[in-house]
């Protein structure tokens, strides 16, 4: 049996996530909708969840040309900007779902806020004796 580490980066890197991360990377405020690491974990379920249903949808609705070794029928489905569109709303969606639950509330945010960033560049600067 394989280590969870094992199984768990191979999902991450498969299409979905790499479609849901770059919508996240396209829309930076989807990202500041779920930026605690609970909601960070919530998102990433079901959006890759939401993602994958209606990438699957749009593979039953679309005719594609049969694979000629290039382009994987995401790729394909992708070129269509009415799809990226429509995997855009359902990341969208799932980030506001999140954002909403009550659940969530008092969840701190990933990382430094603005004003713990800006005394630690004070800090840094009057360490390293630069302005």
Do not use: C
């Not at 930026?35 to 969840?49: C, G, M």
């Amino acid at each position: 049996m394989s280590a969870p580490d094992d199984i768990w980066i191979p999902l991450v890197d498969e299409p979905i996530g790499g479609i849901v991360e770059r919508i996240q990377r396209e829309n930076p405020d989807i990202g500041k909708l779920v930026e605690s690491p609970n909601r960070v974990l919530a998102f990433r379920t079901f959006a890759y969840i939401r993602v994958g249903v209606v990438l699957g949808q749009l593979l039953f609705d679309n005719d594609l040309p049969p694979y000629d070794g290039s382009d994987t029928w995401v790729d394909l489905l992708l070129k269509d900007s009415a799809h990226h569109e429509a995997l855009l709303q359902e990341v969208r969606a799932v980030a506001e779902e999140i954002a909403a639950d009550p659940k969530y509330a008092d969840d701190e945010p990933l990382g430094p806020d603005d004003d713990a960033r800006a005394r630690f560049k004070a800090f840094a600067r009057k360490q390293l004796g630069g302005n």
